[in-house]
């Protein structure tokens, strides 16, 4: 009877999960001539429950949330589908299976981009959408072959239990450079025109994707200086992206962020502490760093080493990646 309950008690939490998440988008069946069946409506209802979450996420943050399915016998074959809107032949889906129509649904919206893949490899997944049709297929192949290239790596690394299985966005809408929310990274199309060679940025987002903080673990400036600190060490083709640490100057501080704060963590693995940013990482990932961290784990706080650190910036020997090189 224990077990009967325990595993009633999962599956309604299960449900309730999954209630919940597809309540975040929402279907309107447009029938006024009772061409679909009953079943056909509830085989449509869930292969949009299966797959337009995804298609969401994918696509893009303005992907419209509410959706509309009509009939449209003179406009498809099959289904056509779009952000928002699912057009449906009510004679093809007549007595078609749930599998054939979530097939048929999953075809529809990938049709949205210009070029979508899946890539296995050694146990990591790689989904890559593109939806600017002028992307380089060079750039696109040399970010898919970094991810396989330095994403396993990191992982093995720094947390073995980050995701294997990750999507690479490249948008037209989005401005910035790139940026990693869940498992998915989002790449700026007219960045990655403009700097066709800056493969590493894949190296930068996957350490996020890694580093799986959450929220409140750590600021910022530590969080972004240990992603470019990876990059420096990690990175595949650092001189191919003419990408480098600053020199130091009297109006840097650790709280910069990014490159100024990456190569103090790299004057401070060569001079203080190796593995030091390792350790760190490790706290924020558990929620349990704090101001007391740099002095648990150098002796110091982090403004003296900041201060011995300004004193000397140039006792480093940095390298940099170069594939022409390898």
Request: aromatic fraction near 12%; glycine fraction near 4%.
């Amino acid at each position: 009877m224990t077990k009967r309950i325990l595993l009633f008690v999962l599956i309604s939490c299960s449900l309730c999960a999954l209630a919940q998440k597809q309540r975040e988008f929402s279907i309107t069946i447009t029938d006024p001539s009772n061409l679909l069946s009953a079943e056909a409506k509830s085989h449509l209802t869930l292969a949009f429950n299966m797959q337009y979450p995804y298609f969401a996420s994918a696509d893009g943050y303005r992907t419209k949330r509410d959706v509309v399915l009509e009939i449209a016998n003179g406009e498809t074959e099959t289904i056509k589908a779009k952000a928002g809107e699912i057009k449906v032949n009510s004679d093809w889906v007549k007595g078609k299976s749930l599998k054939k129509i979530n097939k048929e649904l999953q075809v529809a919206l990938t049709r949205n981009w210009s070029f979508y893949s899946t890539k296995n490899k050694k146990g990591y997944k790689l989904t890559f959408i593109s939806k600017d049709p002028n992307l380089d297929p060079t750039v696109r192949q040399n970010l898919i072959d970094t991810y396989f290239e330095i994403y396993p790596t990191l992982v093995k690394t720094f947390n073995n239990k980050s995701t294997k299985d990750v999507l690479f966005v490249v948008d037209t809408a989005y401005k910035a450079v790139a940026e990693a929310s869940g498992n998915r990274i989002l790449f700026s199309a007219g960045y990655m025109k403009a700097h066709p060679t800056d493969i590493d940025v894949v190296t930068h987002e996957t350490m996020h994707i890694v580093q799986g903080y959450g929220y409140s673990a750590g600021p910022v400036w530590l969080t972004e200086g240990i992603a470019d600190y990876v990059r420096y060490k990690y990175g595949v083709d650092n001189v191919g992206s003419k990408w480098s640490l600053p020199a130091f100057n009297d109006k840097q501080s650790y709280t910069n962020s990014y490159r100024i704060t990456a190569r103090f963590f790299a004057w401070l693995e060569q001079n203080v502490k190796p593995g030091l940013i390792a350790a760190l990482d490790q706290q924020l990932r558990a929620h349990q760093y704090t101001g007391e961290s740099w002095t648990n784990l150098t002796g110091k706080t982090i403004d003296q080493l900041w201060e011995e650190y300004s004193k000397n910036p140039n006792q480093v020997e940095l390298k940099y990646s170069d594939k022409k090189s390898k």
